[in-house]
Nanobody, 123 residues
């Protein structure tokens, strides 16, 4: 069964950095793309990044472009989200999810979700 687990969230000051991890099991990273999402209190879920091990492609939402970097380790079967220059508006519950195709750009294709990890950025 496909399964992903997020970790690495926490409390950080504005301008700080965090690295989130998304550990995958039940599949190889080159089989399916992995997306990162976040949801802040009272707001809808936002897709912020995607990583494809199959073709090495990445996507970013405008809200995080230039500050966040997604990468993958096929040996550890883990996708990372490096978050720099964090802002209070980045505060949210962050999720990773498995896309049912191996490349990015299929926003309707996410089928398996983790439980999320909380990121809180203080001003």
């Amino acid at each position: 069964q496909l399964h992903v687990v997020e970790s690495g969230g926490g409390l950080v000051q504005s301008g700080g950095s965090l690295r989130l991890s998304c550990a995958a099991s039940g599949f190889s990273l080159d089989e399916y793309a992995i997306g990162w999402f976040r949801q802040a209190p009272g707001k809808g879920r936002e897709e912020i990044s995607c990583f494809s091990s199959k073709d090495g492609s990445t996507d970013y939402a405008d809200s995080v472009k230039g500050r966040f970097t997604v990468s993958g380790d096929n040996v550890k079967n883990t996708v990372y989200l490096q978050m720099n220059s964090l802002k209070p508006e980045d505060t949210a519950l962050y999720y990773c999810a498995v896309n049912m195709v191996p490349w990015c750009g299929n926003s309707e294709g996410y089928g398996y979700w983790g439980q999320g990890t909380q990121v809180t950025v203080s001003s």
